[in-house]
């Protein structure tokens, strides 16, 4: 059964970058979509992005322009690089699977990670 | 983009049965996935590909959909179902990408 555990750094200053990794455990790379999932304080759930096995990856259209996810095979890990963060961005951060399926009819998030705080202040 | 519409708030007394719903263009076209989330803790999946269970999750939790709504229906709430439920789904506008409703926070009388 895969486990998903994240971290990374949890205050960071307005213009800096944020950066979490999230390790799989108990599962392979192949077969499934590795995804970042945000949550404002008090709000609701935003898809940040996600890859692939093969490195292929799609944003969120309101943050491509400063996200990056990459993947690490031989760690059996993945990351998040979002640049120039506002107090906007202020939120928990989660790392999720979403399995693979021909002509992609599989869409769900199972399992997630425990979540990062993540807080922007100056 | 499309959005995903949920109703803020629904409440249901002990033992009843209550419906969330979500709205949206999109689902039309693509199956909703549900989750749950309490307090201080990660999303859990309960209900997949409009109508299934992920295994653990009780056989009250159950999904449809009709046109551009799709629901989560519990039957026989119990006081352990009180969270926040999300629906989500495709963009519609561009299918690569996933939307969530805004969630519904779930009060067990």
């Known amino acids: 059964q895969v486990q998903l555990q994240q971290w990374g750094a949890g205050l960071l200053k307005p213009s800096e970058t944020l950066s979490l990794t999230c390790a799989v455990y108990g599962g392979s790379f192949s077969g499934s979509y590795w995804s970042w999932i945000r949550q404002p304080p008090g709000k609701g759930l935003e898809w940040i992005g996600e890859?692939?096995?093969?490195?292929?990856?799609s944003y969120n259209p309101s943050l491509e322009s400063r996200v990056t996810i990459s993947l690490d095979t031989s760690k059996n890990q993945f990351s998040l690089k979002l640049t120039s963060v506002t107090a906007a961005d202020t939120a928990v951060y989660y790392c999720?699977?979403?399995?693979?399926?021909?002509?992609?009819?599989?869409?769900?998030?199972?399992?997630w990670g425990q979540g990062t705080q993540v807080t922007v202040s100056s | 983009s499309s959005e995903l519409t949920q109703d803020p708030a629904v409440s249901v007394a002990l033992g009843q049965t209550v419906r969330i719903t979500c709205q949206g263009d999109?689902?039309?076209?693509?199956?909703a996935n549900w989750y749950q989330q309490k307090p201080r803790q990660a999303p859990i999946l309960v209900i997949f590909?409009?109508?299934n269970r992920p295994s653990g999750i009780p056989d009250r939790f159950s999904g449809s959909s009709s046109g551009n709504t799709a629901s989560l229906t519990i039957t026989g709430a119990q006081a352990e179902d009180e969270a926040d439920y999300y629906c989500h789904s495709r963009d519609s506008s561009y299918n690569s990408h996933l939307i969530f409703g805004g969630g519904t926070k779930l009060t067990v009388l």
């Open positions: 890859i692939n096995h093969t490195g292929s990856t």
């Open positions: 590909a409009k109508n």
């Open positions: 999109s689902l039309r076209n693509y199956y």
């Open positions: 999720a699977r979403k399995p693979y399926c021909s002509g992609g009819k599989c869409y769900w998030f199972d399992p």
